[in-house]
């Protein structure tokens, strides 16, 4: 693939990531960061 379309598919990426975090509770989200960062 070209660089656009990594690029593209990266933004997508952000933008989902992005929704999916704030859709979920705080009492989640916490513990579902300190996993990811460990």
Do not use: K, R
């Not at 660089?3 to 705080?26: E, Q, R």
């Amino acid at each position: 693939m070209d660089f656009i379309a990594i690029l593209s598919i990266f933004v997508l990426a952000c933008f989902v990531g992005y929704f999916v975090v704030w859709s979920v509770t705080p009492a989640l989200h916490t513990p579902l960061m300190a996993v990811t960062n460990a």
